[in-house]
């Protein structure tokens, strides 16, 4: 029993289904870019098999499917399709981190659009505030990431236009896996180092002018704190990875190398 349950739960997965796998690679614009300019790619014009960024994608999504309960609410109805196409993008970022990036929670709750949530706040003077957020995503700490599916469509309906909230939303799973969410995902001491120096730089920079009323070319949101800053420019990094450049070079770079090379650039 003991062997079969870890079988079950620690065997490699098999890959997505080739047609299934396919239909979501047209569906995906972020997919179909995945490989080119890999020097695999050369003279492999009748060779049809997947580059080794796309395999390893398949791989992820995988794992996602097998480790992760998607939960669609209301009358939302999501086939297995949608469901290969929700974990592909998730595991998006995750091509250079690996599946590490799926440790510590193991829920996606799918809305059919932008749903309300309802906060409350205590102030010093022990008054509660109490009011209505509405939201395109979440992404609750070791606790399940919730996605607008509109959304979803939107962002892939118009993938250069700087937005992807899956990828926003992956971004601060990243981000809580060493348990602070501060702008900065767990990496090796002294990259950490030039990427919270470098963050932060550019952060500042960015607060300034978005309080100044000065028009910036990355969305304003980005200044409301270093992990929103984080998420955006992971959002840019994938879907208008021009406009990150050149706002932000170092940050651009750091990117560049937590995510791999840009699928848009
Ligand atoms: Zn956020």
């Known amino acids: 029993m003991r062997s079969l349950i870890r079988?079950?739960?620690?065997?490699?997965?098999?890959?997505?289904?080739p047609v299934s796998w396919q239909a979501v690679r047209t569906r995906l614009p972020w997919l179909r870019t995945l490989d080119d300019g890999a020097p695999s790619d050369e003279g492999s014009s009748v060779d049809v098999r997947p580059g080794s960024r796309e395999a390893a994608l398949q791989a992820l999504a995988a794992r996602f499917l097998q480790h992760k309960t998607i939960t669609p609410i209301g009358d939302l109805v999501l086939d297995d399709s949608d469901r290969l196409l929700l974990a592909a993008l998730c595991c998006l970022p995750l091509l250079e981190f690996g599946e590490e990036g799926l440790h510590g929670w193991s829920q996606l709750i799918v809305y059919p659009d932008a749903f309300r949530v309802n906060r409350t706040h205590v102030d010093a003077a022990g008054v509660m505030h109490e009011w209505d957020d509405e939201l395109i995503g979440e992404a609750w700490e070791s606790g399940p990431l919730v996605l607008s599916?509109?959304?979803?469509?939107?962002?892939?309906?118009?993938?250069?236009?700087?937005?992807?909230?899956?990828?926003?939303?992956?971004?601060?799973?990243?981000?809580?896996?060493?348990?602070?969410?501060?702008?900065?995902?767990?990496?090796?001491?002294?990259?950490?180092?030039?990427?919270?120096?470098?963050?932060?730089?550019?952060?500042?920079?960015?607060?300034?002018?978005?309080?100044?009323?000065?028009?910036t070319t990355i969305d304003p949101y980005a200044a409301e704190a270093p992990e929103e800053f984080f998420a955006v420019c992971s959002e840019y990094h994938f879907s208008a990875p021009q406009v990150l450049q050149a706002a932000f070079p170092a940050v651009a770079a750091h990117l560049a190398k937590f995510y791999g090379r840009p699928p848009l650039a």
């Open 7 to 17: 079988r079950l739960f620690a065997g490699t997965p098999p890959a997505p289904d």
């Open 149 to 215: 599916w509109a959304d979803v469509q939107a962002d892939i309906a118009e993938p250069d236009a700087g937005f992807c909230v899956a990828v926003h939303e992956m971004a601060h799973k990243l981000d809580a896996l060493d348990g602070l969410l501060d702008g900065t995902p767990p990496l090796p001491r002294h990259w950490q180092q030039a990427w919270a120096r470098d963050f932060q730089r550019a952060y500042d920079g960015f607060v300034a002018e978005v309080e100044a009323g000065r028009a």
